[in-house]
Nanobody, 126 residues
């Protein structure tokens, strides 16, 4: 059974950091691009960051550039999202997703991704 599981979420104060992990089971991530998405209450799901299967290409939403870093460890079948300088507007449920060769210009879009995790809450609040 193909499965993605997120971990590392929680409550953090503004300016703090969290590292999200996305672990795959039932398949290997080597051939898949991985995206991180988030959805706040009443808002559409949006792409935050993504990384190609080889790690050679990445995408970041403008508002997280310089604060978030995506990386992958194919040996561990895991992708990470390091989130620094977190702000209240980063509060959302975060999802990871796997897609096979999404076009480079569409790495931040929902539609190229076929497999999704269940999501994990990130809350930034004082």
């Amino acid at each position: 059974q193909l499965q993605l599981v997120e971990s590392g979420g929680g409550l953090v104060q503004p300016g703090g950091s969290l590292r999200l992990s996305c672990a795959a089971s039932g398949f290997t991530l080597d051939d898949y691009a991985i995206g991180w998405f988030r959805q706040a209450p009443g808002k559409e799901r949006e792409g935050v960051s993504s990384i190609s299967s080889t790690g050679s290409n990445t995408y970041y939403k403008d508002s997280v550039k310089g604060r978030f870093t995506i990386s992958r460890d194919n040996a561990k079948n895991t992708v990470y999202l390091q989130m620094n300088s977190l702000q209240p507007e980063d509060t959302a449920v975060y999802y990871c997703a796997a897609g096979y060769n999404p076009p480079l210009g569409f790495m931040g879009y929902v539609f190229p991704y076929d497999y999704w995790g269940q999501g994990i809450q990130v809350t930034v609040s004082s």
